[in-house]
Each structure stands twice: as C-alpha cells, then as structure tokens.
C-alpha cells in the first residue's frame, strides 16, 4: 500500500497487492455488493460521491463499507474539494482477476430481479 502523508490522501492498495479474498470479502456483504453494482452500471469511470448511493445504513456504516471496498481495491476514492468520489477499478480486476467481477455482477442482478430488490440505485 502507499502510505497516505496528507490526511486528504487516501490509501489503496497496488494493482500488484490486491488480494482475491479481499475482493470477495468486500463483495460478499450486501451493502458493498449494492454499491458496487451502482458504480458498473454508471458511465465507465464515472466518479461517484458517497451520497450518490441511497444506502439503508447510517452514514458511520455506510463510510465503513466504503473503506472495506477501498483497502481491498475493489474502488478508487479520492477527494474533489470537500466531496469523497468513488470509481470501480474495473480494470485493476479484470487484469488480476479476469471475468469475476462480471460474473459476480450478473449473479447479483439475476438474484435482485429474483428478489425484486429494486429500491433506489439497487441496480
């Protein structure tokens, strides 16, 4: 990981030092995975603030799941002025993990339409 000096830079790690249970991890919780389709099927590399997302959490969780996307690479986040914008590094994992973000992606939706989760950015 490089190491953040400035308090407004945040720490993600190296291409090379993204761990592949750390992206599952980050993807197996609902929230995160929820996040994460709403970034792929925004605009490629669009840069989302955090309170694009319409999340049932509070604010405290919803930066705690965030960061768990963020330290396992699955996001990029940087400050532009005082909003935090997120983007999918979706090359980073396609490179290192070729097919499972996609395939990842798809299960989710087809289980979304199974469940009818259709809320706001459910999608």
């Known amino acids: 990981m490089t190491t953040a000096t400035n308090p407004r830079v945040l ?3 190296a291409r090379e030092d993204i761990r592949l249970e750390a992206v599952l ?3 197996s919780d ?7 389709r709403c970034m792929a099927l925004a605009e490629d590399g669009a840069e989302l603030s955090c309170s ?3 999340l049932p959490v509070t604010k405290s969780t919803s930066t705690h799941h965030f960061r768990v996307l963020r330290e396992s690479g699955v996001v990029r986040q940087i400050y532009r002025g005082t909003a935090k914008l997120n983007m999918l590094r979706r090359d980073d994992l396609e490179a290192l993990f ?4 996609d395939s990842v992606l798809t299960a989710a939706g087809a289980q979304a339409v199974r469940l ?3 809320g706001p950015h459910a999608s």
């Open 52 to 54: 694009y997302f319409e």
């Open 25 to 27: 991890h980050a993807l």
């Open 98 to 101: 070729p097919g499972l973000l």
């Open 11 to 13: 720490e993600h790690p």
């Open 30 to 36: 609902a929230v995160r995975l929820r996040i994460v």
């Open 116 to 118: 009818d989760d259709t």
